[in-house]
């Protein structure tokens, strides 16, 4: 069973930075493709990041090109989400996601880690 667990969250300007981790435990990580994705109130859950298990491959959606990085440490068992530049409309709950496969694709996650919360102010 894979654990994902999530922090970094909190309350910031809009313009400001976060980084957001994700410390992955109970698989191997290395081959497998992570995700984050997020959700606001009343909203489905989007896609937002996705990066490759066995390369550097990256798939962003077109809301967060340009601003989210997604990155790994493969060594640390942990994948991360800087986001700069931040929006009101980027206020959501940020979760974590990992699959068996090392393609990176916004489809195919089978554990997801509990969520946390990023609040922009305007």
């Known amino acids: 069973q894979v654990q994902l667990v999530e922090s970094g969250g909190g309350l910031v300007q809009a313009g400001d930075s976060l980084r957001l981790s994700c410390a992955a435990s109970?698989?191997?990580?290395?081959?497998?493709?992570m995700g984050w994705f997020r959700q606001a109130p009343g909203k489905e859950r989007e896609f937002v990041a996705a990066?490759?298990?066995?390369?550097?491959?990256?798939y962003y959606a077109n809301s967060v090109k340009g601003r989210f990085t997604i990155s790994r440490d493969n060594a640390k068992n942990t994948v991360y989400l800087q986001m700069n530049s931040l929006k009101p409309e980027d206020t959501a709950v940020y979760y974590c996601a990992a699959k068996a496969s090392p393609i990176a694709t916004q489809w195919g996650y089978n554990y997801w880690g509990q969520g946390t919360q990023v609040t922009v102010s305007s």
């Open positions: 990066i490759s298990g066995n390369d550097v491959n990256t």
């Open positions: 109970g698989r191997t990580f290395s081959s497998s493709a």
